[in-house]
């Protein structure tokens, strides 16, 4: 029984370790093996070792510790094409975008004068003047007048505010 479930460990450890490019420490071998097996700890304890370093340390034919403490899979012919293909992964760099949010930034302004004047805007406190700078962009006012985005403007007085308050009041008594 301990022969097979030594067997077993074996190719578990061996496993774990030649899928990782550049080794793992002791600490990183047992975490992946608990992650493997249901969170279930390396039963070093059962082969009469007392720590988790000696048990490593006693499977020379499955690994080698190097100098820096790092713990790497002994290949044999059935796993060497495998750690040929993890060790010439690339590893991805990771990339930190920085969110605008709070960056104050020049953006042009919509002016008829010869002119061109920046306007600093803050995008995290004014998304509607972002917008309207960015239509303005696009459509690439022309100094011409026929050309220039035309903006109506609606008068709201006390009178218009008065009768649509009156609108709704009637509204909900129905």
């Not at 490593?56 to 403490?69: A, N, Q, Y």
């Amino acid at each position: 029984m301990t022969s097979l479930l030594l067997n077993n460990l074996k190719i578990e450890i061996r496993s774990l370790l030649v899928s990782s490019p550049t080794g793992l420490h002791e600490d990183e071998l047992a975490r992946d093996y608990a992650l493997f097996n249901s969170q279930r700890s390396l039963p070093y304890q059962l082969f009469g070792c007392s720590t988790l370093t000696e048990f490593l340390e006693s499977l020379t034919d499955v690994l080698h510790r190097s100098d820096d403490g790092m713990f790497h899979p002994i290949v044999d012919q059935s796993t060497e094409h495998i750690f040929k293909l993890v060790q010439q992964q690339r590893a991805k760099k990771k990339t930190i975008k920085k969110p605008l949010i709070g960056r104050k930034r020049p953006m042009p302004s919509s002016n008829t004068s010869s002119q061109r004047v920046h306007v600093t805007v803050d995008a995290k406190k004014s998304p509607t003047i972002v917008k309207q700078m960015r239509i303005i962009r696009e459509n690439k006012v022309n100094k011409d007048e026929k050309s220039a985005v035309k903006f109506e403007r609606i008068h709201v007085t006390n009178d218009l505010l008065q009768s649509l308050l009156r609108h709704f009041q009637q509204q909900q008594k129905y």
